[in-house]
């Protein structure tokens, strides 16, 4: 008798093809990474989706929550880590179907782990701030949603081209 996982890969036509770690000559160590860097990849990638929906469902709040974590350089240049890091693994991916570079596959993923982690830690941090999680999270109490209209974003000043543009200023049509 099979069992119910067994059951459901066959629905996917597990059972035409060798698992992956046969072709990783069932090297435990770089099994073991896989498990550990793909396993905190995917952690990762729900944290981030879970404060992002928590951002989401406080709609009123959400153009402010983006400028707020946008403006934090730390997180930014983390996020951009993650991503290109990301994109190497599809590349390593796709390499290893003709070559044997699991090694560098597990490099990558571990670059990969590395910046997901730091980018949903850092994204935490920014989220739970007292300061910015109520202007995020519209979280009620002492300066929250009832001083929310009150309260000015400060958004600093932005060179474009050759003039200075304040970023909260209004926007008037050209030729008014």
């Given amino acids: 008798m099979t069992s119910w996982l ?8 597990a059972s035409q093809y060798v698992p992956h770690s046969i ?3 069932s090297d435990p160590i770089i099994i073991a990474m896989y498990l550990l860097f793909n396993g905190s990849i995917a952690l990762s990638y729900f944290t981030i ?22 403006r934090d350089p730390i997180f930014l240049k983390l996020f951009a880590i ?3 890091a990301c994109g190497a693994t599809h590349v390593t991916e ?13 490099f990558a993923r571990t670059v990969t782990a590395g910046a997901s982690v730091s980018t949903a830690l850092r994204l935490i941090l920014i ?10 999270l519209g979280e009620v109490g002492a300066g929250g949603v009832a001083n929310y209209e009150s309260r000015p974003l400060h958004l600093p000043n ?12 209004p926007s008037e ?4």
């Fill in 82 to 84: 993650f991503i290109v």
């Fill in 49 to 70: 989706a879970g404060i992002l929906y928590l951002i989401y469902r406080n709609r009123a709040h959400v153009l402010r929550a983006v400028i707020i974590i946008l």
């Fill in 173 to 176: 049509p050209h030729g008014v």
């Fill in 6 to 13: 067994t059951q459901i890969a066959d629905l996917f036509g």
């Fill in 23 to 25: 072709c990783l000559s």
């Fill in 158 to 169: 932005r060179k474009i081209g050759k003039a200075r543009v304040r970023a909260d200023a």
């Fill in 127 to 136: 989220v739970t701030s007292r300061t910015e999680a109520d202007e995020i």
């Fill in 94 to 106: 796709v390499l290893t179907l003709y070559f044997g570079v699991y090694r560098l596959d597990v």
